[in-house]
């Protein structure tokens, strides 16, 4: 049965608007996924055939799709309130993701929620440490074994992280090919993990909750960054997890 959701967030972060109008409108490599820059004006086309509805830089943006693409979900909306704090040294943002799930609402939203949740910290992160360096974006998923709700938890014994440590550590991460990355645990929950190097955010998906298997991607800065050579290194290291549980 079809119903409307709406899930609201708002935040500050130390850059400027500017900053942060970037990276939600051509930079979303940096903490999401690489998107085509929606075309600068309402009417203009968006990220995967939405429409730009509202077009103020660096104040609001709104882009609106009524084709989604997904069984679950016919409508999906985005929208970005971003103002000046601190005499533009600080910005606001408020951002409301809206829209229409077709089937299975509670799971859907459960999901969608904890994942903008993930996502805004991640975009935080982005603009603090990162913003705007290029990036190579990888992504990447588990097999059918790390589809259940116990699987970020193998994952985080497989990097080496206490039962106790906690988002905020400095760990010594175990990753592919026996490499130790110095990071920070700048994330952890039942549902996720984030790693920050002074290079890379490395961002675990616990997707087993919500029936799909564990998830990676890895936004990594460095200027000899090679996103291929990521994907098949934490592949075959989220592979070897999955085969030894």
């Known amino acids: 049965m079809s119903q409307e959701f709406e899930i609201v967030r708002e935040f500050e972060v130390d850059v400027p608007p500017e900053k942060v109008w970037e990276a939600v409108t051509t930079g979303t490599g940096g903490y999401l996924w690489p998107m085509e820059p929606p075309e600068p004006r309402v009417g203009g086309s968006g990220p995967f055939g939405s429409t730009v509805t509202a077009w103020d830089p660096p104040h609001r ?11 679950t979900q016919s409508l999906n909306q985005l929208d970005y309130t971003i103002e000046s704090r601190d005499e533009g040294r600080r910005a606001w943002v408020r951002y409301v993701h809206s829209g229409i799930f077709t089937d299975d609402w509670n799971n ?20 603090t440490h990162f913003a705007p360096r290029p990036v190579a974006f990888a992504q990447l998923n588990g097999p059918a074994a790390s589809g259940t709700p116990q699987a970020l938890a193998a994952v985080g014994h497989a990097l080496g992280l206490g039962d106790d440590a906690a988002a905020g550590a400095k760990v010594a991460a175990q990753g592919p090919g026996g490499r130790t990355l110095d990071a ?8 996720f993990i984030g790693l920050r190097t002074d290079s890379a955010l490395i961002r675990f998906f616990g997707r087993g909750h919500w029936g799909a298997p564990l998830g990676i991607s890895v936004h990594d800065f460095a200027p000899d960054a090679d996103a291929e050579a990521n994907e098949a290194a934490w592949q075959d290291w989220l592979n070897g997890v999955f085969s030894q549980s």
Do not use: C
Not at 185 to 191: G, I, S, T, V
């Open 61 to 71: 943006y709104t882009s609106r799709s009524e084709d989604v693409g997904f069984p």
């Open 184 to 191: 920070v645990l700048d994330y952890r929950n039942p549902y």
């Open 108 to 127: 859907q939203y459960d999901g969608a929620s904890k994942h903008t949740n993930f996502y805004l910290h991640t975009l935080r992160e982005y603009l």
